[in-house]
Nanobody, 123 residues
Framework: QVQLEESGGGLVQAGGSLRLSCAGSTSRFSINAMGWSRQAPTPGAQRELVAVLTAGGTVKYSDSVKGRFTISRGDAKYTMILQMNELKPEDTGTYFC???????????????WGQGNQVAVSS
């Protein structure tokens, strides 16, 4: 119903920058809010919702990335970018692109998510 593909990421030193992109496609589903979550490589780590872009253009960030990460829509429909600056080792993890038919929220449990892309920040 919804396909989401992430690209970008990689390995960077602490203080550096990386950019993640997401391209979505759907035949029947209505994509409204989009966003990013991440999961640290630590056993038992919880998935963390880090950035959400609502259908109306409002952005929301977790406290852990506020001021360093910027989420924005791409030029093409259902595309999204996460610009990550001032990266820290604790930002290391798998980053997932998500999409929802809800205009304002994104749920890790209920909505659609991509396969994930790796981000590694060395100290």
């Amino acid at each position: 119903q919804v396909q989401l593909e992430e690209s970008g990421g990689g390995l960077v030193q602490a203080g550096g920058s990386l950019r993640l992109s997401c391209a979505g496609s759907t035949s029947r589903f209505s994509i409204n809010a989009m966003g990013w979550s991440r999961q640290a490589p630590t056993p038992g780590a919880q998935r963390e919702l880090v950035a959400v872009l609502t259908a109306g253009g409002t952005v929301k960030y977790s406290d852990s990335v506020k001021g360093r990460f910027t989420i924005s829509r791409g030029d093409a429909k259902y595309t999204m970018i996460l610009q990550m600056n001032e990266l820290k080792p604790e930002d290391t993890g798998t980053y997932f692109c998500g999409a929802s038919d809800d205009e304002y929220q994104l749920s890790i449990d209920r909505d659609y998510w991509g396969q994930g892309n790796q981000v590694a920040v060395s100290s």
